[in-house]
């Protein structure tokens, strides 16, 4: 059998022993699923102002219009069906959070690791600036960005990034300070490879574990901040409608009672934010477990 | 010996000195990335002056406002008049910001520490419990509430509490500060039961995170403390289970959670701008994101700076403390 396969084979027999993770992996494969096919799987398009009826706003869950809509988790203000809405929502959530997820990764992993590499003032400059930035709340860092450049999908996505490279550019230089004494990387330098060959082709593959680890865990912090900063106003605009701001749009009619527009979007932020976490757990405890 | 108390204080000094050189450095960055954003991305005459001034005067602030001299002549005016404590003045309150943001302090720290005494109520008890008994039913509970704790967002969180106990059961008001009582010269509203009742919701959404974490830390030390010499000499003195816990573990305990917990003040402030834009609290946090909406650009500058530089000088102080607990923060370049 092909070893890459075994190997494969094995880690997802590994991974399946823990019977939540399992689970929770599952569930966030379905709400991936969904997200990505939002408008194939959605009952109504919610944006399409042909379809929408201001006449059914804020119908309770389990509702039906005259023309015979069903509307599973009711609907909101203006109307729109609530299970599209969670639909479209987590697509735009997730979408952002996973975008900036990556562009953090290749970032935060890119200055760990030439950190690692080079030492020396370059390391120290680096690695103070993790620290100062590691040693303001996140919530804060996000904050101070958008207040000064205002909101928008680009600069919270540019917030999300500043805000999560810095764990990637810690994990990865640990883990390259690691590998860097090792002896393929002696072997590939006695064969005069380029640093940058070195770094990348070389180092980078073998730091992976940790920084997908903290990629798990730190994609479903930036969900759950950039909900946060939507619903405060600051974050996406009102074009995108990410779960957060589902949730901002619903809190202006609790006091009337109308609970489902702003609990349920928030049902499934906690579930999406919750299965990324207990995978990411879990994988931290494959991997390694001193981690931490 | 005298010798090297000698050379290990001046290596103090050093750091101390490094650290301070390193604050005010950050805080040149963080001046020119607010100046930045305010007054070189978009339209710095729509951002600073009144929508609704006319020409003569829209002309008159520019001129009083020195936005047709150089950019680096601005910057350094704006960084002179910092210094003087004069961040400029609030378009919609017509107040200088400085003063509206000292007004508005009392209330974030007042929900801040409020809820620091919550979270430390709540959380060492069922973190003693579950170190003490790590296998029982209930610390399992206790473990997966604070798992969930780390994934709900705050601000949702907050939401459901006023659905619940504000609008279903209608148990305690929901929005705004309540009545303010006067004890020992202190104005708070932790002084009258009216003023309690308002303070709660909101102190306990905001310390639910913290509940999470100091239940992890104190479950985490009181499995290393039970292990203990001293405990099992306390046992085989024939002292009761329950003096063992109360006096002996959670004395020892204590220490570090406090020590951890004060430190990450911090972080209370700055998420109690969620809190209480949620449940109406007149803070420092509610006054920034309504100046966000408000375009309140001398506010929003003015806040930013006080901010920052309150964190700055926070970390600073912790890196000092630290040096003196832990000697091993003093060894150069460890950033593990």
């Known amino acids: 059998m092909n070893p890459k396969l075994r190997k494969f084979i094995e880690f997802c027999k590994d991974f399946s022993s823990n019977k939540v993770a399992l689970v929770a992996f599952f569930i966030f494969l379905l709400i991936l699923f969904v997200a990505i096919f939002a408008p194939l799987v959605s009952p109504t398009d919610p944006y399409d102002l042909n379809t929408v009826s201001i006449m059914n706003s804020r119908l309770p869950p389990f509702s039906e219009d005259f023309s015979g809509n069903y509307f599973l988790l009711g609907t909101d203000g203006a109307g729109r069906d609530m299970v599209s809405a969670i639909f479209y929502g987590l697509r735009v959530s997730l979408g952002v959070g996973v975008l900036s997820g990556i562009f953090a990764l290749i970032i935060g992993s890119f200055f760990g690791i030439s950190a690692a590499f080079f030492g020396g003032r370059y390391e120290s400059l680096i690695m103070r600036i993790v620290d100062i930035q590691l040693s303001f709340p996140s919530i804060l860092v996000a904050l101070i960005i958008l207040a000064a450049f205002g909101k928008g999908v680009e600069k919270t996505i540019i917030a999300l990034i500043l805000v999560q490279w810095a764990y990637y550019a810690r994990t990865a230089r640990s883990s390259a300070l690691v590998e860097i004494n090792k002896e393929y990387v002696d072997a590939a330098r006695c064969l005069a490879f380029g640093n940058t060959r070195i770094m990348f082709k070389h180092i980078l593959p073998n730091c992976m574990a940790p920084l997908i680890v903290v990629g798990t865990l730190q994609t479903a912090h930036a969900i759950s901040l950039e909900a946060t900063l939507s619903f405060l106003g600051l974050g996406l605009p009102i074009t995108e409608p990410s779960l957060g701001l589902l949730i901002g749009n619903g809190f202006e009619y609790m006091y009337s009672g109308d609970f489902w527009i702003s609990i349920f979007p928030g049902v499934a932020l906690l579930i999406t934010v919750a299965s990324i976490n207990l995978v990411g757990d879990h994988l931290r405890d494959m991997f390694n477990p001193r981690l931490h | ?336």
């Not at chain 2, 573990?249 to 917990?261: E, F």
């Open chain 2, 1 to 336: 010996m005298l010798w090297f108390l000698l050379l290990k204080n001046s290596k103090m000094t050093a750091f101390i000195c490094t650290r301070f050189a390193q604050s005010i450095l950050v805080l040149f960055i963080m001046s020119l990335l607010v100046f930045g954003g305010v007054n070189l991305v978009g339209d710095p005459v729509e951002m600073l002056i009144n929508p609704e001034a006319d020409q003569a005067e829209v002309e008159r602030v520019i001129r009083e406002l020195g936005l047709d001299r150089p950019v680096t002549e601005q910057y350094w005016y704006f960084l002179v008049n910092a210094f003087k404590g004069d961040l400029g003045s609030s378009f919609i309150f017509g107040e200088p910001a400085l003063k509206l943001i000292i007004q508005r302090m009392p209330a974030t720290l007042e929900l801040a520490l409020f809820s620091l005494f919550i979270s430390l109520i709540i959380a060492i008890p069922l973190g003693i419990y579950a170190g003490y008994n790590p296998d029982s039913k209930a610390s399992k509970v206790i473990m997966a509430g604070s798992i969930l704790g780390f994934s709900m967002p705050t601000f949702w969180v907050g939401i459901i509490f006023i659905m619940i106990f504000a609008v279903q059961l209608g148990w305690l008001p929901s929005t705004g500060r309540g009545e303010i009582g006067t004890f020992m010269g202190i104005n708070s509203s932790l002084f009258t039961l009216n003023g309690l009742s308002h303070v709660f919701l909101p102190a306990l959404n905001l310390a639910l995170f913290k509940i999470s974490s100091v239940i992890r830390l104190t479950r985490a030390g009181t499995r290393e403390i039970i292990l203990q010499d001293y405990i099992t000499f306390a046992r085989s003195k024939g002292i009761s289970e329950k003096r063992v816990v109360l006096i002996h573990v959670l004395k020892n305990i204590l220490i570090p959670i406090v020590t951890v917990v004060g430190l990450e003040f911090g972080s209370l402030i700055a998420f109690s701008t969620v809190t209480e834009t949620v449940f109406a609290w007149p803070g420092m946090g509610k006054l920034i994101i309504d100046s966000i909406y408000n375009l309140d650009r001398p506010v929003i500058v003015a806040y930013l700076m006080i901010i920052v530089t309150f964190f700055v000088f926070l970390n600073l102080i912790v890196d000092i403390i630290y040096t003196f607990l832990d000697p091993r923060v003093r060894i150069k370049g460890d950033h593990q």
